[in-house]
DNA sequence: GGAGCAGAGTTCATCTCACGAACCCAGGAG
DNA sequence: CTCCTGGGTTCGTGAGATGAACTCTGCTCC
């Protein structure tokens, strides 16, 4: 098996780990993704400390999943809040296939706390589903086949 | 909004991060799906220190995401393997997420290091796709509407 | 115009966790 | 008997996480 032998310093898994994998990054998108924009809030609702939530926001910011815009509250100072780039929205399937996962095996009987649905007039439950360019719908990660591209050797 | 006053600890994300989101955690199941199954193999792929694996890894059985199992090589004393269950094959869906996005954004013009296709006849390239039970494909997070299930008041 | 306040951080002491190197233990080979 | 190899454990150090306290800024209220 030539599962060995590939790059996986190139691996983009671990990349991706790298840029959203610290504690609190993937909870902080997740917020960001229900809607929730000003420092403050993610604070209340998150419950992380400050400085990690500073240090966290401002990687993202730095990663280009976030954007610092300026906003002024009317009859307040100017402020800023942080809001999702195309970048950081094309995580929200990772945010999904964990949610799916702890549905299924940790909500133990009682319904998962948040439900995720078409927005419009389908407003049809919304799901994560594997699937080939032929269409077909796979059930299990056992049919798949891993195909390592070597950027030397192209051998089977 | 409703964004605000859902029940956070209850969260699958943060559940499912508990389980999985300390370092190496999905690294070790990334290898486990591309057929790993011995301790030393894991310590030569990852280069993770010896500690840290044999902690994970048992947190890891001790979650069944991985089983223990004996084995033993012809003329070799006994040893143990581990081998992905059902509930840790269920997580194949996070780490092709991460590393669609780790594709996507980190490859920068060089092709993905490692292929998906449909094991069989199919052989076609395999992704991940958010789509509703209406049949719709979605195509960004933004047309996903989460709805809160309070476990007490069930008000729109 | 000064006092008080809130949002958004920074600083600091402590604690946990990750790291690499060294050590250990069992059984087979020579 | 000694060496080797797979599969660990132990240990000292250093990086990162934590909560509490402090800072800075521009409001509003008196």
Do not use: N
């Not at 032998?5 to 994998?21: E, H």
């Not at 100072?77 to 195309?86: G, K, S, V």
């Not at 919304?126 to 030397?152: I, K, N, Q, W, Y």
């Amino acid at each position: 098996m030539s599962e060995a032998t590939w790059d996986r310093s190139r691996c983009s898994v671990a990349g991706t780990l790298a840029v959203v994998g610290e504690k609190w990054s993937l909870l902080i998108l997740r917020e960001a993704f229900l809607g929730v924009r000003r420092f403050a809030d993610f604070q209340r609702v998150l419950g992380a400390p400050r400085a990690v939530l500073t240090d966290r926001l401002s990687t993202l910011v730095h990663q280009e999943l976030l954007v610092r815009v300026p906003y002024q509250a009317e009859g307040e100072r100017q402020r800023h809040e942080y809001r999702l780039t195309a970048k950081g929205l094309d995580l929200y399937p990772t945010l999904v296939a964990l949610m799916e996962w702890g549905d299924r095996y940790l909500c133990d009987e009682s319904p998962a706390p948040l439900e995720l649905r078409h927005r419009g007039d389908c407003d049809a439950p919304v799901h994560l589903a594997l699937s080939c360019d032929a269409g077909h719908v796979l059930g299990s990660a056992r049919e798949v086949r891993p195909v390592p591209r070597s950027t030397e050797v192209s051998s089977a």
